[in-house]
């Protein structure tokens, strides 16, 4: 034994060794996670290690050999297979019988196309091969969307292939009983399968009946709406469109201060100063992707950034982009406008757009200590806020909404929110009433009313399509179901609500039928088919036609294309001179009609009467807060794995939900990370893990909505806590946040897993952030210029040289990237367990980071992949040159070579190489393995894997251009992660062409820097720093010192 | 311990011995293990290439239409097929065959001659744009009666070509791996 260990570890010799590394610059105000910052040794332990288990213990997975069995039989299948030398297996190649016209093998074709998440709409491009989708991408088109693509827009793809989607039409035999059946089982006694022409006969016969009702979510296509209309008119039945995040408060809100009840669109790019009282508008408040693109427009140019503050319950992604963030409590968020109102109109006396009611100056008054009430730590901050407001007078915008403004005092909020934006003048401006988002007209009253009227039994018929609301409304709705006589379901799966339909009229997914969408008034994109219906599916478009006994030509249409086409023809294309055939292919080509307006609508006066007499309400005790998160929403698409590992865009917490606590509440209640609570909100009781939020108001408590279904599927079931049955009806409407709530430690414990942790680089200055007044003093504020010393010649890149920038000043951390790469490179999924272990496979991670105390922590996102270094260590130390460089600047990862030593990972200062430690792609059941990218390998066990740099794009363009005969030019390449960028933070391209984006990134650009440069690994990706719009303060204090003793 | 030691390593040496003369038979009679060079399977309809070729002069573009624009070459659509034979030699039991599937809208399962491994990545246009000739990897097709796999295909034959500096070929691992 002694002999294994006879290297001289003298002190000396290690003192000396330590001496001669690299100085590493640390910086410590940054950190991902309370234990960091605690600097707990448990964690800094956890740090140093790459993988947090050892591979041979895992024995719980079933090809979870120990490595010495693994080599034995590996070396008996070696002996046996070339003993026979056999040829592999016989393949067949099947031609076409026909050839169809468009279809050139191993060409990807792209269709335009559309989908509608229930809030956004967004321009599709889907990549089709051989008639196959497996990859959306945004449609640069659309003037919304503008070729983003949300995290959940990525994903929807998978629903298209998800192995529990129903296959045909179905005909329930029983609606009740469900709670003992399986998951997803269901027995021949509960169901069976029927034909579509014996549920037509079925479902008409109960709609002549009549007292049909329809219950809709959001419908944005006009073709649906017209359809609906024209099933109405034939058979008398009442609609209702309804979601549970619907935006209706605003609308009651618009209605009450103008007289119209539309849900008007934004402009935050026209903005200069956004304020915003929990409207997460930049995660899920209603068009996210659009507002996060026009949000970077409006700070793209650093020196006339605009500006954000955010008052917010939860941690929001909104708060989390904040140049200042306040926190506050549901409770407050009344407080925070009429604060402002009073700065505005009373001390600033600017009223002119408001029909002003006398009576309000008495009311402000009570608001004038605004910020005291808020017990917010600056005595003016709120008029601080209110000042900035007043600057930019015309060009502000002050939004609010979203379920954690979804309190008792909803309606008030948005008035007292649209008194702001009329006194200010940016009513028409900022606030486009003029082009409203006429799909988001959801009706809590309305719900209520259809409820009503099925618990009286006046309710013969029900349709639902879109929307699931036994899983949203629970025991009330399902109480409700049993007095209708005859349920008509169109979903997809046989989930919460349609076991509890007598039929279900299985849908096509988005990929398989037409259709269309009205994103914004006058905005219409068009939905195509881009693959045959997988099953025995049918569009609602023509269910609605057969069931309705209509003798319109509309209900006459054989296949959804009529439809489709039909609607446009008479309501969308203006054929004019040009005939309707070529402009309908023009469309379909294009995807998208109509564009947004570009002048201004008039300036409104607002009506501010409801305000009058309110008086701030001073409530103690902690207050719940509800939100749907960025990666799941509602919940409606629980079942895709892609959304349960996507980390949460805040907390970072994969397949879970959790009740966020601040530090101070965790240590009065005792409890620790992932211990579960109790919550009491009025009797209802919840048991939940608790997570330490940073950030967070002491009173409250923040819990997900969109987990906890109990039927979606294999993937999506029992997955984290329902949180629906904390939303309270009252009044004709949902009270999602500030309803009071108890807490209590249960003294269980629960593991959470939360991938901000691992892979971290150990404190070392990787985020740099500045402030405006430091930028414009010095405009590479914090950025430390090393002088770098090396004997080694640098590579000769004579053609291209890949190369990546990231603006950390723009990117919003919103993880569409996370998703269309996880599409694009076929990066598997492992599982929560394996999460825990840090063996996710993402090659793109967005970072985190906190600075400052946890209670007002602000929080900083930074993209990392593998960094495609010059230098790099990761090639040095491959024993089998599995990873090397290419003349292009590419650090190739050859997977066929890669025996998985994990030299290289242990190597990699960033910590972007990601191992294959089981084969993943066996976790997967057909026809998952149809969204496979068959440009990209699918990685066996044992393999390294990690970011391309999408080097099946670049080949894929190289080649095309080959044929054209052209030369390549700056944009002809876009990486997966930077088409569906909505910010436009991520430029790829080639740093060798002087004309390229990215080369005037790395060469020009003075916020631009790498990471841990001093290492000279001369990494391929450079980052720009962030810079805050907050001058109250410093954050670079160390920049001074630093250049006072300059390292040699 | 000293004497399991030794037993260790002799039954190690010895099974490295039978593995190496297991290798060594194998490799006697095919170039080697994997490779399939001389594979020359039965088709399901025994198409002729050197009558179509090499007899009747048919260019490989007009059955293998899409190979300059794809990284497939593709086997031709039966309706390809049919551009002749609805005409010439309708009587032959093959093509009637052929044709039956072909009204019926089915195919013809061929057996796939030439296989790379999933893991290479190899593009039929970007070889036929440079000007390499078909022959030079898939042989004398115009003299074969029944298509058989000419060149071992096998990463050093590939990198043969590409090393040869007239043909400007590149040499990252990503080239043809990814």
Redesign the interface.
């Given at each position: 034994m002694s002999d294994m260990n006879h290297h001289d570890h003298s002190p000396e010799i290690e003192a000396m060794k330590k001496a001669m590394r690299p100085q590493v610059e640390t910086d410590d105000r940054y950190w991902r996670s309370l234990e960091q910052w605690g600097k707990d040794p448990e964690f800094q332990k956890m740090a140093e290690q790459e993988f947090l288990s050892s591979p041979l213990r895992e024995e719980d997975r079933e090809d979870g050999w120990a490595r010495r069995e693994f080599l034995k039989l590996m070396?008996a299948s070696?002996?046996l297979g070339?003993?026979g030398?056999l040829?592999?297996p016989?393949?067949?190649?099947?031609?076409?019988?026909?050839?169809p016209e468009e279809v050139?093998?191993?060409?990807a074709l792209h269709y335009s196309s559309t989908w509608f998440d229930g809030s956004e709409t967004f321009g599709l491009l889907v990549k089709t091969k051989e008639g196959r989708p497996i990859k959306l991408e945004g449609n640069p088109t659309h003037p919304l969307s503008a070729g983003a693509l949300s995290a959940r827009g990525q994903a929807m793809l998978l629903s298209c292939y998800d192995p529990d989607r129903l296959q045909g039409p179905k005909h329930n035999l029983q609606r009740q009983g469900d709670e003992k059946t399986k998951e997803g089982a269901r027995s021949n006694a509960e169901t069976i399968s029927i034909t579509w022409s014996d549920l037509d006969d079925k479902v008409k016969a109960a709609v002549s009946i009549g007292n049909t009702w329809i219950l809709t979510g959001h419908v944005a296509s006009p073709t649906l709406r017209q359809m609906i209309k024209d099933f109405q008119g034939s058979t008398k039945a009442q609609h209702v469109a309804w979601e549970p995040t619907s935006p209706d408060a605003l609308a009651k809100g618009q209605e009450a201060s103008y007289g119209t009840g539309l849900v008007p669109s934004y402009r935050f790019d026209r903005a200069r100063v956004i304020v915003s009282v929990d409207a997460d508008f930049l995660g899920t408040w209603l068009t996210p992707m659009a507002f996060n693109k026009q949000f970077a427009d409006g700070r793209r140019d650093v020196v006339g950034m605009s500006e954000l503050v955010s008052f917010d319950t939860n941690y929001s992604l909104t708060g989390a982009n904040a140049d200042k963030r306040f926190k506050i409590k549901p409770s407050q968020q009344l407080t925070v406008v009429m604060g402002l109102l009073h700065e505005i109109v009373v001390k600033g006396d600017m009223s002119s757009g408001l029909s002003m009611n006398p009576a309000l100056k008495q009311t402000l008054a009570a608001y004038a200590n605004a910020s005291e009430l808020l017990g917010l730590k600056d005595p003016q901050a709120i008029s601080k806020v209110a000042q900035s407001l007043m600057k930019a007078k015309g060009e502000s915008l002050v939004v609010a909404g979203g379920t954690a403004a979804q309190t008792e005092d909803a309606v008030l909020l948005q008035i007292a929110v649209n008194a702001l934006n009329s006194a200010l003048g940016n009513d028409g401006f900022t606030v486009v009433y003029g082009q409203a988002q006429v799909a988001l007209n959801g009706s809590t009253e309305e719900l209520m009313g259809l409820m009503a009227a099925m618990n009286e039994g006046k309710v013969n018929t029900l349709i639902i399509h879109g929307v699931n609301p036994v899983y949203f409304l629970g025991d009330a709705f399902k109480k409700a179901l049993e007095k209708v006589e005859t349920v008509v379901y169109t979903g997809s799966h046989m989930d919460e609500t349609a076991i509890r339909a007598d039929f279900v009229a299985v849908d096509h997914h988005n990929v398989e039928g037409w259709g269309d969408s009205e994103a914004v008034a006058g905005v219409y994109s068009i939905q195509q088919p881009t693959i045959r219906p997988m099953y025995d599916t049918r569009s609602v478009l023509l269910g609605f036609a057969k069931w309705s006994g209509s003798s319109s030509s509309l209900a006459k249409v054989e296949t959804d294309f009529e439809a489709v086409r039909m609607v446009w023809k008479e309501k969308i294309i203006n054929s004019g001179e040009k005939g309707f055939e070529d402009l309908w292919y023009d469309v379909l080509q294009k995807g998208t009609v109509g564009a947004l307006r570009s002048q201004r609508d008039a300036v409104r006066t607002a009506k501010v009467d409801a305000l009058v007499g309110i008086k701030p309400e001073a409530k103690s005790g902690f207050e719940l807060v509800l939100y749907p998160t960025v990666q799941l929403g509602q919940g409606e698409l629980a079942n895709i794995g892609w959304l349960q590992e996507l980390p949460d865009v805040v907390t970072k917490i994969v397949w879970d939900n959790y009740a966020s606590i601040s530090l101070a509440t965790a240590e009065k209640l005792k409890v620790s990370e992932g211990d579960k609570i109790e919550l009491d909100v009025d009797g209802l009781k919840v048991k939940i893990p608790a997570h330490i939020q940073p950030g967070l108001h002491d009173d409250v408590v923040a819990v997900s909505i969109g987990y906890g279904r109990t039927r979606s599927g294999k993937v999506g079931t029992g997955i984290g806590v329902d949180a629906y049955p904390l939303v309270l009806m009252k009044n004709k409407a949902a009270v999602f946040s500030g309803r009071s709530v108890a807490l209590k430690a249960l003294g269980e414990k629960y593991q959470l897993a939360n991938v901000q942790g691992h892979h971290t680089m150990e404190g070392r200055a990787i985020v740099i952030e500045a402030t405006l007044k430091e930028y414009l003093e010095n405009k590479s504020a914090g950025v430390h210029k090393h002088h770098i010393f090396t004997i080694w010649p640098h590579h000769r890149y004579d053609g291209h040289k890949w190369a990546m920038s990231l603006d950390l000043n723009t990117c919003t951390g919103c993880s569409a990237c996370v998703v269309a790469c996880q599409s694009e490179n076929n990066v598997p999924i492992v599982g929560k367990k394996f999460v825990l272990q840090g063996r996710e496979m993402h090659w793109i991670r967005i970072d985190r980071y906190y600075t400052g105390e946890p209670a007002d922590a602000e929080a900083v996102f930074q993209p990392v992949m593998c960094q495609h270094c010059d230098n790099a260590p990761c090639e040095t130390v491959c024993p089998v040159l599995a990873t090397?460089h290419?003349?292009?600047g590419?650090n190739?990862m050859?997977?066929?070579?890669c025996v998985g030593t994990r030299y290289c990972v242990n190597n990699c200062p960033y910590k972007v190489r990601r191992f294959n430690w089981f084969n993943y792609r066996k976790e997967m059941r057909n026809p998952e393995h149809l969204a496979f990218n068959p440009?990209?390998?699918?990685r066996v066990r044992g393999v390294m894997e990690k970011c391309?740099f999408c080097?099946?794009r670049i080949?894929s363009t190289k080649?095309s251009l080959?044929?054209q005969g052209r030369e390549m030019k700056d944009g002809d390449i876009k990486v997966a992660c930077q088409q569906t960028c909505p910010t436009g933070a991520i430029v790829f391209g080639d740093v060798n062409d002087p004309q390229s984006q990215v080369h005037k990134k790395f060469k020009e650009e003075p916020r631009s820097y790498a990471l841990i440069e001093e290492f000279n690994a001369a990494p391929a990706v450079r980052y720009q720093t962030k810079i805050r719009n907050n001058n109250e303060r410093t954050i670079n204090p160390r920049h001074e010192e630093a250049k006072k003793g300059e390292h040699a | 311990m000293q004497k399991v030691a030794t037993f260790g390593r002799i039954t190690t040496w010895l099974?490295l011995a039978?593995?190496a003369l297991?290798?060594g038979a194998?490799s006697k009679?095919?170039p080697a293990?994997?490779y399939?060079k001389n594979?020359q399977?039965d088709q399901p309809i025994p198409y002729d290439h050197s009558l179509h070729v090499g007899q009747y002069g048919i260019k490989c573009q007009y059955c293998h239409n899409?190979v300059?624009?794809?990284?497939?070459s593709?086997?031709?659509?039966?309706?390809?097929c049919m551009n002749c034979h609805l005409q010439v030699k309708t009587d032959s039991p093959h093509i009637t065959k052929m044709r039956e599937?072909?009204e019926k809208?089915?195919?013809?399962?061929?057996?796939?001659v030439h296989?790379l491994?999933?893991?290479v990545?190899f593009?039929h246009?970007?070889h036929v744009?440079k000007g390499v000739s078909c022959n030079t990897c898939h042989g004398p097709v115009d003299t074969m009666k029944t298509v058989y796999q000419f060149e071992d295909l096998s990463m050093g034959w590939c990198i043969n070509c590409h090393r040869q500096p007239e043909n400007k070929a590149?040499?990252?691992?990503?080239?043809c791996?990814?």
């Amino acid at each position: 034994m002694s002999d294994m260990n006879h290297h001289d570890h003298s002190p000396e010799i290690e003192a000396m060794k330590k001496a001669m590394r690299p100085q590493v610059e640390t910086d410590d105000r940054y950190w991902r996670s309370l234990e960091q910052w605690g600097k707990d040794p448990e964690f800094q332990k956890m740090a140093e290690q790459e993988f947090l288990s050892s591979p041979l213990r895992e024995e719980d997975r079933e090809d979870g050999w120990a490595r010495r069995e693994f080599l034995k039989l590996m070396g008996a299948s070696l002996a046996l297979g070339s003993a026979g030398c056999l040829r592999r297996p016989v393949q067949k190649i099947v031609p076409y019988a026909k050839q169809p016209e468009e279809v050139t093998l191993g060409q990807a074709l792209h269709y335009s196309s559309t989908w509608f998440d229930g809030s956004e709409t967004f321009g599709l491009l889907v990549k089709t091969k051989e008639g196959r989708p497996i990859k959306l991408e945004g449609n640069p088109t659309h003037p919304l969307s503008a070729g983003a693509l949300s995290a959940r827009g990525q994903a929807m793809l998978l629903s298209c292939y998800d192995p529990d989607r129903l296959q045909g039409p179905k005909h329930n035999l029983q609606r009740q009983g469900d709670e003992k059946t399986k998951e997803g089982a269901r027995s021949n006694a509960e169901t069976i399968s029927i034909t579509w022409s014996d549920l037509d006969d079925k479902v008409k016969a109960a709609v002549s009946i009549g007292n049909t009702w329809i219950l809709t979510g959001h419908v944005a296509s006009p073709t649906l709406r017209q359809m609906i209309k024209d099933f109405q008119g034939s058979t008398k039945a009442q609609h209702v469109a309804w979601e549970p995040t619907s935006p209706d408060a605003l609308a009651k809100g618009q209605e009450a201060s103008y007289g119209t009840g539309l849900v008007p669109s934004y402009r935050f790019d026209r903005a200069r100063v956004i304020v915003s009282v929990d409207a997460d508008f930049l995660g899920t408040w209603l068009t996210p992707m659009a507002f996060n693109k026009q949000f970077a427009d409006g700070r793209r140019d650093v020196v006339g950034m605009s500006e954000l503050v955010s008052f917010d319950t939860n941690y929001s992604l909104t708060g989390a982009n904040a140049d200042k963030r306040f926190k506050i409590k549901p409770s407050q968020q009344l407080t925070v406008v009429m604060g402002l109102l009073h700065e505005i109109v009373v001390k600033g006396d600017m009223s002119s757009g408001l029909s002003m009611n006398p009576a309000l100056k008495q009311t402000l008054a009570a608001y004038a200590n605004a910020s005291e009430l808020l017990g917010l730590k600056d005595p003016q901050a709120i008029s601080k806020v209110a000042q900035s407001l007043m600057k930019a007078k015309g060009e502000s915008l002050v939004v609010a909404g979203g379920t954690a403004a979804q309190t008792e005092d909803a309606v008030l909020l948005q008035i007292a929110v649209n008194a702001l934006n009329s006194a200010l003048g940016n009513d028409g401006f900022t606030v486009v009433y003029g082009q409203a988002q006429v799909a988001l007209n959801g009706s809590t009253e309305e719900l209520m009313g259809l409820m009503a009227a099925m618990n009286e039994g006046k309710v013969n018929t029900l349709i639902i399509h879109g929307v699931n609301p036994v899983y949203f409304l629970g025991d009330a709705f399902k109480k409700a179901l049993e007095k209708v006589e005859t349920v008509v379901y169109t979903g997809s799966h046989m989930d919460e609500t349609a076991i509890r339909a007598d039929f279900v009229a299985v849908d096509h997914h988005n990929v398989e039928g037409w259709g269309d969408s009205e994103a914004v008034a006058g905005v219409y994109s068009i939905q195509q088919p881009t693959i045959r219906p997988m099953y025995d599916t049918r569009s609602v478009l023509l269910g609605f036609a057969k069931w309705s006994g209509s003798s319109s030509s509309l209900a006459k249409v054989e296949t959804d294309f009529e439809a489709v086409r039909m609607v446009w023809k008479e309501k969308i294309i203006n054929s004019g001179e040009k005939g309707f055939e070529d402009l309908w292919y023009d469309v379909l080509q294009k995807g998208t009609v109509g564009a947004l307006r570009s002048q201004r609508d008039a300036v409104r006066t607002a009506k501010v009467d409801a305000l009058v007499g309110i008086k701030p309400e001073a409530k103690s005790g902690f207050e719940l807060v509800l939100y749907p998160t960025v990666q799941l929403g509602q919940g409606e698409l629980a079942n895709i794995g892609w959304l349960q590992e996507l980390p949460d865009v805040v907390t970072k917490i994969v397949w879970d939900n959790y009740a966020s606590i601040s530090l101070a509440t965790a240590e009065k209640l005792k409890v620790s990370e992932g211990d579960k609570i109790e919550l009491d909100v009025d009797g209802l009781k919840v048991k939940i893990p608790a997570h330490i939020q940073p950030g967070l108001h002491d009173d409250v408590v923040a819990v997900s909505i969109g987990y906890g279904r109990t039927r979606s599927g294999k993937v999506g079931t029992g997955i984290g806590v329902d949180a629906y049955p904390l939303v309270l009806m009252k009044n004709k409407a949902a009270v999602f946040s500030g309803r009071s709530v108890a807490l209590k430690a249960l003294g269980e414990k629960y593991q959470l897993a939360n991938v901000q942790g691992h892979h971290t680089m150990e404190g070392r200055a990787i985020v740099i952030e500045a402030t405006l007044k430091e930028y414009l003093e010095n405009k590479s504020a914090g950025v430390h210029k090393h002088h770098i010393f090396t004997i080694w010649p640098h590579h000769r890149y004579d053609g291209h040289k890949w190369a990546m920038s990231l603006d950390l000043n723009t990117c919003t951390g919103c993880s569409a990237c996370v998703v269309a790469c996880q599409s694009e490179n076929n990066v598997p999924i492992v599982g929560k367990k394996f999460v825990l272990q840090g063996r996710e496979m993402h090659w793109i991670r967005i970072d985190r980071y906190y600075t400052g105390e946890p209670a007002d922590a602000e929080a900083v996102f930074q993209p990392v992949m593998c960094q495609h270094c010059d230098n790099a260590p990761c090639e040095t130390v491959c024993p089998v040159l599995a990873t090397v460089h290419s003349d292009e600047g590419l650090n190739e990862m050859v997977y066929n070579r890669c025996v998985g030593t994990r030299y290289c990972v242990n190597n990699c200062p960033y910590k972007v190489r990601r191992f294959n430690w089981f084969n993943y792609r066996k976790e997967m059941r057909n026809p998952e393995h149809l969204a496979f990218n068959p440009e990209v390998g699918v990685r066996v066990r044992g393999v390294m894997e990690k970011c391309t740099f999408c080097v099946q794009r670049i080949k894929s363009t190289k080649d095309s251009l080959k044929q054209q005969g052209r030369e390549m030019k700056d944009g002809d390449i876009k990486v997966a992660c930077q088409q569906t960028c909505p910010t436009g933070a991520i430029v790829f391209g080639d740093v060798n062409d002087p004309q390229s984006q990215v080369h005037k990134k790395f060469k020009e650009e003075p916020r631009s820097y790498a990471l841990i440069e001093e290492f000279n690994a001369a990494p391929a990706v450079r980052y720009q720093t962030k810079i805050r719009n907050n001058n109250e303060r410093t954050i670079n204090p160390r920049h001074e010192e630093a250049k006072k003793g300059e390292h040699a | 311990m000293q004497k399991v030691a030794t037993f260790g390593r002799i039954t190690t040496w010895l099974s490295l011995a039978i593995l190496a003369l297991v290798l060594g038979a194998c490799s006697k009679f095919r170039p080697a293990i994997g490779y399939n060079k001389n594979y020359q399977p039965d088709q399901p309809i025994p198409y002729d290439h050197s009558l179509h070729v090499g007899q009747y002069g048919i260019k490989c573009q007009y059955c293998h239409n899409q190979v300059e624009r794809s990284k497939h070459s593709n086997i031709p659509a039966l309706s390809t097929c049919m551009n002749c034979h609805l005409q010439v030699k309708t009587d032959s039991p093959h093509i009637t065959k052929m044709r039956e599937a072909y009204e019926k809208g089915e195919s013809i399962e061929w057996v796939r001659v030439h296989m790379l491994p999933d893991h290479v990545q190899f593009n039929h246009s970007a070889h036929v744009q440079k000007g390499v000739s078909c022959n030079t990897c898939h042989g004398p097709v115009d003299t074969m009666k029944t298509v058989y796999q000419f060149e071992d295909l096998s990463m050093g034959w590939c990198i043969n070509c590409h090393r040869q500096p007239e043909n400007k070929a590149p040499l990252n691992c990503t080239t043809c791996h990814h």
